[in-house]
Structures are given as C-alpha cells and as structure tokens.
C-alpha cells in the first residue's frame, strides 16, 4: 500500500521544502514537480517528524499546485521529488452552468472525484481548456461539495471520457490527444471505443479468448443469414458500431411454418415483433432506413432464462493500483417483455446475481463469469492499442452452461450501480480508476520504457 502525504503551504517565499526523512533516504534531492511543472528546491527533513509535505507560496505559485488539503502520493526520480499524481479526465460537451458544467454527466464526474483518500487530484477539462502557451490547463475541480475551477500544469496521466463515438471521431479531439500524448509524452488510457467486429477478430486470434465468441459476420447477403438460421434457428443484427442495444434485430426462423420473425425496438421505442413469409419481404419493410454494409450478423445464443425471460450479464473489470486486473462488478440484465435486448430503456430488469440463483448455482456462474471475464480482459489489452484501465463485458450463459461474449465496452455504461444493492461496488470501480492512473504515472516516472514500449 502506497503512503500518502499531506501538503501543506508555508506562508512565506522560500525555496525550501520540508518533508518526512523516510522520503529523502540521504538521496541528492533539488526539485520538486507537480504535472508537467517542476522548480528547483532545497530539501530539508521535518524537524517533527512528521508526515507532512511543507512548501512555500512561492513553490506553490511556480508548481501551479492548488491549495486543496488533498494528501498525494511522492515519487522519487532522477533528483527530483514528484507529487501528485495529478490525473486529466479529457471530456466533452461542457456548459456554461456552474453547478452542471458537464451537463447531464456531472452527476458521473462528481462521483468520481468525490472518491476519499485516493491520494491523487483528478480533474476535468475539455480542449477549450487548455492554454498552451503557458502550459496550463483551466480544470474543474470537486471540493467541498461544489465545482470550482483552478490553472494547473498538463496532468501526468489522462483518463478519456469521450462521451460518444462523434466525439472521439472531431479532428479537433483527435490533434489535442495526438499533441499531449507524442510531444507531452503523457500516458492516456482507455483511448477509445471498441468497433464489435473489430474486437471480434482480435480475439479470434486468441486461442483461449475465441472459445468464447458466438459466430459473428458482416452483412453480405440474405443467403449468408439463411445459411446462420438453418444453423443456430435464430440470429442477431445489429450496427457494428452500436451502443445501448440501439438498432439491435433478431432474426428468428420457424422451421414448422416455414415463416420468419422479427423482433426489434421501432424509433419510438417500443418492442415491435413481426411476421414475415420471407427474408426479401422482410428487409425492405424492418430496414428500410439502415445501412446493411455497416451491419454485422451473430449467432443466437439460447440464453439462462428467469421467470422466462432471457438473462445475461454485465461484468466490470478494472486494472488496480499494481495493474492488474480485477472483477470489480457482475449483474444479471433481464429482458423486458418482448424485448430484444435486456437494457431498462426497453423494460429490462438489473438484478443481482443472489437474486435469480441460489447456493452452488449461483457460486458457479459467478465464477465461470470472473473467469471468463478476466480472461478476455488480458486477450483485448494484448491485441488492441493503447492503455486500457477498464472494460464492461456483455456476457451470456446459455442453456448447457456455457458462456458467450456478446459485446465489450471500453466506455461501460453505469446503469447497473442505480441497484441499491450494486452501489459498493460502483465506488470500487470509481476507486480502481484513480488507483491504476497513479500505477501508471509511477510507471511512466520510474520506468517508461516498459509503459511506451
């Protein structure tokens, strides 16, 4: 467990700074840098003995280090003294409203920087907010329970909140995150959302994460969706750059009647399933507004059911303070009546796992879901780019047991820690986020070579 320091400032305009013995271990100490600021100091050990971390205003004005009272870890590098770590959570869609600067995700934000104790200072900041020239960044701060903004030097790390995929793709977004992570050479995590086919391919590189994938294909022709439900008696379409269950349609074929079903929810959200006497009468009236060449086709799963509604699984995971991964939350997601897809916007139920299974059963698919999970979290970070903190798997278990990989979000959504029941480990998760931000500023101190290899 990493110590934390408290720090203090001293009201007067010396270039000294006093701190813990434990810290200085005799080495030849002479700066100090928080972020992307550093100034040269003179260290002294605490006459005290204390745990505190003492420096001047003046230190404080060079550092652009805001007077917070927020204990943070040290690290010791090359002479220089390291305090922080100071974590950039790169956003966008701000307002102009001082209690709702982020808008509707403030509430996200505001939990996330209201973790205690994490011996870091997270803020938020878009590209507006970045003064280049004097090498600042204007950040939103959560401190006694209020927003306020302070200018502080470019982060040692950067936590990507991008909202949306339209976001991610703005060539504005895409130079400021080019520009701090090759001339800054800041670390920046979970880069981007995850394309399905993509990571679909990735992994059947895999030989222990393929077993997991149901047959996924892109949209060719009708007789490619024939052939898949002559296969497996159902089938799914959906966007391959999708997310909520948006534009998600099942395609089931009777064999007795000879007839083929669909099952979708229609713009106004409501669960539609029609009859059809054919795929080439279907197409034209379910899909008239879509574009099949930017469509994929999978494998229907016969899906554990509960109160004969079908169930699957949300299963969080994230990298901890020694960058490992942990399984940080798993939830049963249940259909809606008639529903395509298990997400509350179409009536789905979020439940706990003790919930829907008793005992032993509910010991096995817990741990045949952790299993899988943390499995498939090492498959993605060795085949996809970037550094990747965090991953919200979309899981199934099907009638023999066997479990199904249907989507992974790089950018989970949290409906699930609304289940008053889900809520600890909703904190957990906020708390492995900061937690692996500062193993990956210690890295990017101590050892880059191995972080930018």
């Known amino acids: 467990m990493r110590k934390h320091y408290r720090i203090e400032i001293a009201?007067?305009?010396?270039q000294i700074v006093f701190c813990p013995s434990s810290i200085l271990k005799g080495e030849a100490i002479n700066k100090i840098a928080f972020g992307s600021k550093s100034t040269e100091v003179h260290f002294f050990p605490h006459p005290d003995k204390s745990d505190r971390i003492v420096l001047s205003k003046a230190i404080q004005e060079a550092l652009s280090l805001p007077?917070?009272?927020?204990?943070?870890?040290?690290?010791?590098?090359?002479?220089?003294?390291?305090?922080?770590?100071?974590?950039?959570?790169?956003?966008?869609?701000?307002?102009?409203?001082?209690?709702?600067?982020?808008?509707?995700?403030?509430?996200l934000f505001t939990k996330l920087l209201s973790v205690k104790n994490s011996g870091a200072l997270p803020f938020v900041f878009g590209e507006q907010h970045i003064d280049w020239e004097q090498g600042?960044?204007?950040?939103?701060?959560?401190?006694?329970?209020?927003w306020q903004t302070f200018d502080v030097p470019f982060p040692n790390v950067i936590y990507d909140r991008l909202p949306n995929r339209k976001s991610e793709r703005n060539p504005k977004l895409i130079k400021v995150k080019e520009k701090l992570q090759k001339d800054y050479l800041i670390p920046?995590?979970?880069?981007?959302?995850?394309?399905?086919?993509?990571?679909y391919e990735r992994l059947q590189q895999d030989g222990l994460a393929a077993n997991f994938l149901p047959e996924?294909?892109?949209?060719?022709?009708?007789?490619?969706?024939?052939?898949?439900?002559?296969?497996?008696?159902?089938?799914?379409?959906?966007?391959?750059?999708?997310?909520?269950?948006l534009g998600v349609h099942q395609i089931i074929y009777d064999k007795h009647t000879g007839e083929y079903f669909c099952r979708y929810q229609d713009e106004d959200f409501v669960n539609r399933l029609r009859k059809f006497s054919s795929l080439e009468k279907l197409f034209?009236?379910?899909?008239?507004?879509?574009?099949?060449?930017?469509?994929?086709v999978q494998q229907g799963i016969h899906l554990l059911r509960h109160e004969k509604r079908p169930v699957d699984f949300r299963v969080h995971t994230n990298k901890d303070e020694e960058g490992k991964w942990q399984v940080t939350a798993i939830a049963a997601k249940i259909a809606g009546l008639g529903s395509v897809t298990t997400h509350k916007r179409s009536g789905g139920d979020i439940k706990t796992l003790e919930e829907i299974f008793l005992g032993e059963e509910n010991a096995l698919y817990t741990e045949k879901l952790s299993h899988a999970a943390?499995?498939?979290?090492?498959?993605?970070?060795?085949?996809?780019?970037?550094?990747?903190?965090?991953?919200?798997?979309?899981?199934?278990?099907?009638?023999?047991?066997?479990?199904?990989?249907f989507e992974a979000n790089s950018k989970p959504g949290r409906s699930i820690f609304n289940h008053?029941?889900?809520?600890?480990?909703?904190?957990?998760?906020?708390?492995?986020t900061l937690a692996f931000a500062i193993f990956i500023t210690e890295q990017s101190i101590l050892h880059p070579e191995e972080l930018f290899k």
């Open 216 to 245: 996924t294909i892109p949209f060719t022709s009708f007789s490619l969706i024939e052939t898949m439900l002559a296969k497996y008696g159902h089938v799914y379409i959906k966007p391959k750059n999708g997310s909520l269950g």
């Open 188 to 199: 920046w995590y979970n880069p981007g959302f995850f394309n399905k086919l993509d990571v």
């Open 374 to 405: 943390l499995l498939l979290s090492e498959a993605l970070e060795h085949n996809i780019e970037g550094i990747i903190g965090e991953i919200g798997f979309d899981l199934g278990i099907d009638r023999n047991g066997d479990v199904w990989l």
């Open 136 to 146: 600042l960044i204007n950040g939103f701060f959560y401190h006694k329970n209020t």
């Open 284 to 296: 034209p009236n379910v899909f008239a507004t879509q574009r099949l060449d930017k469509m994929l």
């Open 420 to 432: 008053p029941d889900l809520e600890e480990f909703d904190l957990l998760t906020r708390k492995l």
């Open 67 to 107: 007077d917070l009272a927020v204990p943070m870890h040290v690290f010791l590098d090359k002479q220089t003294l390291h305090i922080g770590p100071l974590i950039g959570i790169f956003t966008a869609g701000f307002t102009p409203f001082p209690a709702q600067p982020m808008g509707e995700r403030t509430q």
């Open 11 to 14: 009201p007067n305009n010396q």
